[in-house]
């Protein structure tokens, strides 16, 4: 009986840790890992808070999140191209038209 409790209990944390992080993403479009996203939602809260104080009313959780995330933590950028044995290289700027270049 004790253990069919503490693997429930388990699943429910785990549920709501990755909770988070679909929410944080379904607001914002961000993709963060479970420990980023644990560390990102009370900071989110805080900014809603402080955000809805400044303005003198409720800003929403949607718009807290995405000033969270464009003007107070911007999100790390993907990991460079790591290149694979059977995968092709990434085009090299020397590779692209002078159109394609940025």
Known sequence: MRL?????????????????????????????????????????????WYVSERLGRDVGLRV??????????????PAPYRFERDALPPRLPMMMSFGERS
């Not at 429910?12 to 996203?37: E, F, I, Q």
């Not at 000033?67 to 790390?76: G, I, K, S, T």
């Open 64 to 77: 807290a999140a995405v000033d969270y995330f464009e003007n107070v933590r911007r999100p790390l950028p």
């Open 4 to 48: 069919k409790f503490e693997r429930a209990v388990a699943e429910a944390l785990a549920r709501y840790s990755n909770s988070r992080g679909r929410t944080l993403r379904k607001l914002t479009g961000v993709k963060l890992s479970a420990s980023d996203a644990r560390r990102a939602w009370p900071r989110v809260l805080e900014h809603k």
